[in-house]
Nanobody, 127 residues
């Protein structure tokens, strides 16, 4: 059984920074992708950032590029999302996701690529 648990969500001022963490437990050696998604009220879930934990290759949504950084701590099975220059429209529930095996053709920023999900952590950017 695989478990993903997010933490670090909080309220922050516009322009501020925040780091989210995702602790993975269970069988994690076969993960081929890990990612962060977010969902705001009334909007669909969108991919924010993803990586291949085997080689460290990373992809970002246009909205996140240049502001967010996805990284991993393999010995601790931890995924991070560093968010800088936060904007009010970054407000959402952020979810950690992992894939144990998907087609090479699947988009790493698409929910269909992932079979494990955390419960989410709330990020609120407001003054």
């Amino acid at each position: 059984q695989v478990h993903l648990v997010e933490s670090g969500g909080s309220s922050v001022l516009p322009g501020g920074s925040l780091t989210l963490s995702c602790e993975a437990s269970g069988t994690t050696d076969n993960f081929i992708a890990m990612a962060w998604f977010r969902q705001a009220p009334g909007k669909e879930r969108e991919g924010v950032a993803a990586l291949d934990p085997r080689i460290g290759a990373r992809v970002y949504a246009t909205s996140a590029k240049g502001r967010f950084t996805i990284s991993q701590d393999n010995p601790k099975n931890t995924l991070y999302l560093r968010m800088n220059s936060l904007r009010p429209d970054d407000t959402a529930v952020y979810y950690c996701a992992a894939s144990s095996g998907r087609s090479r053709g699947d988009s790493l920023l698409g929910p269909a690529a992932y079979n494990y999900w955390g419960q989410g952590t709330q990020v609120t950017v407001s003054s």
